[in-house]
């Protein structure tokens, strides 16, 4: 049976490690993004993720590079859109783009692809510290990833007894593309808040791949959040 992993936002960061990771596992790695993962062998499907027509071609797409009958599938929506705004300012247009990326295109993807994954296949929602709590500044970043968490637990609920597992990999702060754009490439800021853990540094994209293959390969997790932040500092 084809192996296929299908990665949202693969063409950086955790979703680029994850890609090399699997592709190292033997699956088919399949990304789908604006732009190309960096990672050589991956199929790309270019793709707009904040409407919902885009989300749905591209699991459409999808589906064309599956055999016929139920594949093992890893589905794993790791796109994210992390906007700074607040309570008083969120603008309800800012607040739908978020929405749209971050829960909306989850949806129209799962729709259309629970159909074609076999017993043994995954959903894995790569949310975020802020999936259950809050800071300043991230208001409908963390709205959306409250919403992921209900997402990936009522997922669980609904595909009970298929054989298919979800759950929710949390990182903690990663040394990554969209963490460098919030901080305005700040080095000092990042060093900071590389230190709030009891390693002192930044989460790598890797460890966080290494959670999500894990995570794929153990349906025991079904339904729960793992989180992976080398022991955050609550501040």
């Given amino acids: 049976m084809q192996k296929t992993a299908i990665i949202t936002g693969a063409s950086s960061g955790i979703g680029a490690a994850t ?3 699997f592709l190292g596992n033997g699956f088919v790695v399949i990304n789908i993004a604006r732009r190309p993962s960096p990672v050589e062998g991956v199929i790309n499907i270019a793709a707009d993720l904040g409407s919902d027509d885009g989300a749905e071609e591209a699991a459409g797409a999808c589906r064309s590079h599956i055999p016929e009958g139920a594949s093992q599938i890893s589905l794993i929506h790791n796109a994210s859109l992390m906007l700074k705004d607040s309570a008083s300012t969120c603008e309800t ?3 739908q783009r978020t929405l749209s990326v971050n829960v909306l295109a989850v949806n129209t993807i799962n729709r259309v ?4 994954m076999a017993p043994g296949s995954s959903i894995i929602y790569v949310g975020s510290t802020l999936s259950e709590k809050a800071v300043a500044g991230a208001y409908s970043y963390v709205l959306s990833k409250h919403a992921q968490l209900g997402q990936m637990r009522a997922t669980c609920q609904d595909l009970s007894g298929s054989g298919i597992h979800t759950a929710m990999v949390c990182p903690g702060f990663t ?4 963490l460098r754009q919030h901080l305005g490439g700040d080095a000092a800021l990042m060093h900071d808040i590389g230190s ?6 930044l989460v790598k994209p890797e460890e966080i791949a290494g959670v999500i293959t894990w995570v ?4 025991v997790v079904n339904g729960t959040v793992v989180h992976a932040n080398l022991g955050q500092t609550e501040r």
């Fill in 19 to 21: 890609a090399a990771t």
């Fill in 93 to 95: 247009q800012a607040l």
């Fill in 113 to 116: 692809l629970i159909g074609a």
């Fill in 175 to 178: 040394d990554t593309e969209m």
């Fill in 196 to 201: 709030q853990n009891s390693f002192g540094r």
């Fill in 216 to 219: 794929h390969a153990s349906p």
